[in-house]
Each structure stands twice: as structure tokens, then as C-alpha cells.
């Protein structure tokens, strides 16, 4: 389970907005369909991340994420 604890944005202009993303994950991970585990990631707090959107065609596309803090 992913849980957002905060998101500030800010428009850069009339074509690019940011969006810092604050967010809380339990322990999470890959599976296959069967279940079988490929990844196994412990619970992180404060996990950040800053979303750069683009305006196209009217609407707001997400153009580059930058991880602050992900996982260990």
C-alpha cells in the first residue's frame, strides 16, 4: 500500500508545472501473475518524488520523474 502525505505544486509557466510528491510504502515489491516474488522491497518513509508535467494539447502529461528518496 502506497499512502500520499503531501503534494505541493508549483507552475513554472504556462507549459511546465512541478509536483513534489510525499509518500509513505509498505513493504512492496514484483510478483509474476502466479505470485511468485521477483522483487522484495522493505517499508520506506518520506519516500519523495518530484513530477515534471508538460501542457500538451490541453492536457498535463508527466514529461520526467526525479526520485529524491526511494527505496534503499
Do not use: C
Not at 41 to 63: D, E, M, T
Amino acid at each position: 500500500t502506497t499512502t500520499v502525505t503531501s503534494m505541493h505544486a508549483a507552475l513554472d509557466n504556462d507549459h511546465f508545472a512541478e509536483v513534489l510528491v510525499e509518500y509513505e510504502v509498505d513493504r512492496s515489491g514484483i510478483a509474476t501473475s502466479t505470485e511468485k516474488k521477483l522483487t522484495d522491497y522493505a517499508p520506506v518513509q518520506s519516500a519523495k518524488v518530484n513530477f515534471l508535467l508538460q501542457k500538451r494539447a490541453g492536457a498535463w502529461l508527466i514529461a520526467q520523474l526525479i526520485y529524491i528518496k526511494a527505496h534503499a
